[in-house]
């Protein structure tokens, strides 16, 4: 078993997961000016087109997270298909589109995990049951590290539509609010509003 051959009602049988639906999860996030080279990737994607998960992921995530590094000047690593076991006796492991952690290491994954994003063509629903499994994984990676971050958030996107999730105290919040990439302003809010409070967080980690 892998993070992809998990349901949502699979996570709440086997691991006791609460799901909600928040009206608005990030009420606070102000929007964010995209810069002219992300602007201009973004439209080059659009005439190159998206045809699977691969294109989507990089021709409009992997833009949008380089933007938020920079803005951030690197302050976080991001790491890019690779695997994050969390617990495989459970089912807990298996390749992330996307990993972010609070360091500047980028030659492997790291403690803290604070943040994971899955590329998916059509199906948002089983591309957010995808991402809550993984970070219940990067929950239990994190512990196993000694790093236990309280909240970790996770997102799922068609490269058009993007939506959001937090795990706190086994608890996981879907947004019901579903942001668009032409909408860049607000997307790269949010996505800055979450850098900003996990790297407040980690700088209060012990170490």
């Known amino acids: 078993m892998a993070y992809s051959d998990f349901t949502l009602e699979r996570l709440k049988k086997d691991f006791g997961v609460e799901i909600r639906s928040e009206r608005v999860l990030f009420p606070a996030a102000a929007p964010v000016a995209p810069s002219p080279w992300l602007l201009e990737s973004l439209k080059r994607a659009n005439k190159v087109g998206l045809g699977n998960e691969k294109s989507r992921s990089e021709r409009i995530v992997s833009p949008v997270l380089l933007e938020l590094s920079s803005r951030n000047e690197d302050a976080f690593a991001i790491f890019s298909g690779v695997n994050l076991e969390g617990d495989a006796s459970r089912g807990l492991n298996g390749e992330c589109d996307f990993i972010m952690s609070s360091t500047r290491l980028q030659d492997m994954v790291q403690a803290p995990v604070f943040c994971i994003t899955e ?14 499994a993984q970070l219940l994984g990067a929950f239990q990676f994190n512990q196993r590290e000694q790093y236990p971050v309280g909240t970790l958030y996770g997102c799922c996107t068609t490269g058009v539509e993007w939506r959001f999730l937090r795990l706190q105290n086994n608890i996981l919040a879907l947004d019901d609010v579903h942001y668009l990439i032409n909408e860049p302003a607000k997307l790269l809010g949010v996505l800055q509003y979450i850098v900003d409070e996990q790297l407040a967080s980690a700088a209060a980690l012990p170490g």
């Open 119 to 132: 590329a998916k063509k059509q199906d948002l629903d089983a591309g957010t049951a995808q991402c809550s």
